[in-house]
């Protein structure tokens, strides 16, 4: 079955503390990226990444961190530094210019 | 910097209904352009897409989309809707001079009633 998994689901993150989001994709793409959703503001890039062990920082990058050591992974990081991380997270993946496939998301909850 | 502007950010219409959602971007270089639509509870899908070539695109589920290249635009249409195209629809952007990053709107509702 060809696609991206997000996971978890549902995340719940303590004050401090830092939580990390997957995000695999096996559509043999390039490039893969991270986008938050909050209600009435569309999705905004967080960072993305167009070849492995490659990343670039999107329009809200400050709080989060990345890797890419696997072209099928994409994990997102979500520091205590980001101060308001309540969202809904989704993973992209595409060929370079070519159009993004999305996953199923993960909302992330601060307790 | 890039933007793209949806400016209705609730619909609702009755079912038969047409359909007319707008999407202007601010950029003047080559673009690609897409609507993407979010059911509830269900993941980000690509409606349509415009690359080049015909400005009238054609979509899934009955959806088009005009690109005016002099009016910056990009507007959706269906001619009639149905209950089940009640969801979030997404407008957005990309080009190559920005390394062909997303840019989205702020996206509209729709609420279509029975």
């Known amino acids: 079955d060809g696609g991206i998994t997000q996971s978890p689901k549902y995340l719940f993150r303590k004050e401090g503390q830092n939580v990390t989001l997957s995000c695999e994709q096996n559509?043999?793409?390039?490039?893969m990226y991270w986008y938050r959703q909050d209600p009435g503001q569309g999705l905004r890039l967080i960072y993305y990444?167009?070849?492995?062990?490659?990343?670039q920082k999107g329009d809200i990058a400050e709080g989060y961190s990345v890797s890419r050591e696997k072209k099928e992974s994409f994990p997102l990081t979500v520091t205590s530094a980001q101060k308001n991380p309540t969202a809904f997270y989704l993973c992209a993946s595409g060929a370079s210019q070519e159009t993004q496939y999305f996953g199923p998301g993960t909302r992330l909850l601060v307790l | 910097a890039q933007s793209v502007s949806q400016h209705n950010h609730h619909v609702i219409l009755s079912e038969a209904a047409s359909l007319e959602l707008g999407c202007n971007y601010s950029y003047g270089g080559t673009v690609n352009l897409f609507w993407y639509v979010q059911y509830p509870g269900q993941h980000l899908q690509l409606l349509l897409k415009y690359f080049s070539g015909d400005p009238l695109v054609k979509g899934i589920k009955g959806f088009e989309a005009e690109f005016i290249k002099s009016k910056f635009s990009f507007n959706l249409r269906k001619p009639s809707v149905q209950w089940s195209d009640t969801a979030e629809y997404f407008c957005a952007v990309n080009a190559a001079d920005s390394s062909y990053k997303l840019i989205f709107g702020s996206g509209t509702r729709l609420l279509v009633r029975p």
């Open positions: 559509l043999n793409h390039d490039a």
């Open positions: 990444s167009q070849i492995v062990n490659d990343f």
